[in-house]
């Protein structure tokens, strides 16, 4: 069973039709700044601290130091040409993944993914909501 958790939703609250500025995403351009920036200060509102930075492949939210659980949400336009990087949808993919940390041969500490937190996935749940969107089951790839 896959430990991860993912939702879709739709959404005209986040902008999936402007010119990206070439700055965004070392250059990668894509879209989801804002989905970010709304995710992190609403999970923060709820109690659980995040912040969000920009990867090669879109935008990530993620536990800040103080947050007792190491989670992650992916966020990807869901274009409906499945290229994240073009206009035209307004759908938006969230891949919920969660990490502890785990003694390797007594001496090294790494991190392995661990099933979500049903806390942390109803918490980016309700925010999916509270942005007037209704949340979805996604499996990604789809």
């Known amino acids: 069973m896959d430990p991860s958790r993912a939702l879709t939703f739709e959404s005209e609250r986040f902008d999936y039709r402007s010119d990206l500025p070439e700055e965004s995403n070392a250059g990668n351009r894509?879209?989801?700044k804002d989905v970010a920036e709304f995710l992190a200060r609403a999970l923060a509102l709820r109690g659980v601290p995040s912040d969000f930075v920009d990867e090669d492949w879109g935008w990530l939210v993620f536990a800040t130091r103080?947050?007792?659980?190491?989670?992650?949400?992916?966020?990807?336009?869901?274009?409906?040409?499945?290229?994240?990087?073009?206009?035209?949808?307004?759908?938006?993919?969230l891949w919920?993944?969660?990490?502890?940390?785990?003694?390797?041969?007594?001496?090294?500490?790494?991190?392995?993914?661990?099933?979500?937190?049903?806390?942390?996935?109803?918490?980016?749940?309700?925010?999916?909501?509270?942005?007037?969107?209704?949340?979805?089951?996604?499996?990604?790839?789809e």
Not at 122 to 135: H, K, Q
């Open 30 to 32: 894509f879209y989801g």
């Open 66 to 93: 103080q947050t007792a659980q190491d989670f992650e949400v992916a966020i990807y336009n869901l274009s409906e040409h499945r290229e994240g990087g073009r206009p035209g949808a307004n759908r938006w993919g």
């Open 96 to 141: 919920v993944r969660q990490h502890q940390p785990k003694k390797m041969l007594g001496l090294f500490t790494r991190r392995v993914e661990v099933p979500v937190a049903l806390e942390i996935y109803e918490a980016v749940t309700a925010c999916v909501v509270d942005a007037g969107a209704t949340p979805e089951p996604w499996t990604v790839g």
